[in-house]
């Protein structure tokens, strides 16, 4: 079985981090960008497109900084996959962007790329980073 490669990639967003922050680490925020529907209970997050639905464990999160999801099996043991939304923050010019880290298998890295793209400018839209 192949393994999936880890890529990144970065957008710049006209945004506050603190605002940033939270579309990308609430069930409510992610819900409006990121997937169909967003649940959450406790540590578990529910992410939920058109009849598909994955489940992720919230791994680590630095207010105002970062969130790391890792995907998880029907057992909600964590598996070896997880994304990562880490805001950036340049000291000197203040510009902001969105650092994404994420999993694909080799021959869908330009696709997952691509998706996130389509997500990450839903989300600029919605805070107005257009």
Known sequence: MDLK?????????????QLLYQY??????L??????????RGEFFTFIWNDSEEKARLASKKTGEKVKFKWVDE????????FELH????ELTKDVSLMVVD?????????AKQLWENQVSDLKHLIGSV
Not at 5 to 17: A, D, G, Q, T
Not at 75 to 82: A, P, V
Not at 103 to 111: L, M
């Open 87 to 90: 805001i950036l923050e340049d």
């Open 5 to 17: 490669i880890r890529y990144e990639i970065e957008f710049p967003i006209n945004s506050s981090p």
């Open 103 to 111: 999993f694909a298998y080799d021959e869908e890295v330009t696709e």
């Open 31 to 40: 819900s409006e960008w990121f997937a169909d529907n967003v649940n959450s």
């Open 75 to 82: 057992n909600n043991k964590d598996t070896e996959y997880f």
């Open 24 to 29: 990308i680490s609430t069930p409510s925020g």
